[in-house]
């Protein structure tokens, strides 16, 4: 897969410890792809909006490679804009990694390759991009992928409760509930989540409790 010459849009390759969903705390290779077709309100990765350097799949591998790691995450950005975000990620599985994508949930999933746990991120009004999700992509989710629900007050977790409850989110796979950074009080969440009795894991960006926002951490 990786000797076709596929080229991709990098904004950075760096080594750190995973800060969201179930692979939290894992020390991990992080592709941040460049480019993203949404605009949330709360982003923290906006400096991948644009630049970067395009670089060859097999050219990422050997990057990738280097750091010693098999836990790896694709991210963006929004990485399923580049076309040949999939066949990067079929080419980490083919080479022995542990991969994950960070989706929005915007765009297609059905492409990605079937080892790989897919992040999908569904944005919640308070994001400004709820038009954006993509509900098609509920159907294709297994016990292997994620969704990640991002909150940033009681309106938004209201949502959440609602799209939880209709859908039956956790029978299709683990769900988490998270806070905006700095918007909505942990405490607060978690006391939610305690007096409704949801079946949703309770997540702190564990990277930015370690490293505050500093960009490629």
């Not at 059905?110 to 999700?133: F, L, Q, T, Y």
Request: proline fraction near 5%.
């Amino acid at each position: 897969m990786a000797s076709s010459g596929a080229k991709l849009r990098v904004s950075e390759i760096f080594h750190s410890i995973q800060g969201e969903s179930t692979r939290i705390g894992l020390p991990t290779v992080f592709v941040r792809l460049t480019g993203c077709p949404l605009r949330c309100v709360w982003c923290d990765s906006t400096y991948a909006f644009s630049g970067g350097e395009n670089i060859a799949v097999a050219a990422v591998l050997e990057r990738v490679g280097a750091f010693s790691c098999q836990t790896v995450c694709v991210t963006g950005g929004e990485p399923l804009a580049q076309k040949s975000c999939a066949e990067l990620l079929a080419a980490l599985c083919d080479a022995g990694y542990s991969v994950s994508l960070e989706t929005s949930g915007a765009l297609d999933i059905s492409a990605v390759d079937p080892r790989v746990a897919r992040i999908m991120d569904i944005k919640a009004p308070g994001s400004g991009e709820v038009a954006k999700n993509r509900w098609e992509n509920l159907q294709l989710l297994s016990r292997n992928d994620e969704i990640k629900i991002v909150l940033a007050g009681e309106s938004d977790y209201q949502w959440a409760v609602a799209l939880l409850r209709e859908h039956r989110l956790e029978a299709r796979c683990p769900v988490s509930f998270s806070p905006v950074w700095e918007t909505l009080p942990p405490q607060l969440l978690a006391e939610w989540i305690l007096r409704d009795r949801l079946p949703v894991r309770f997540q702190l960006q564990l990277h930015k409790v370690l490293w505050g926002s500093q960009p490629g951490r």
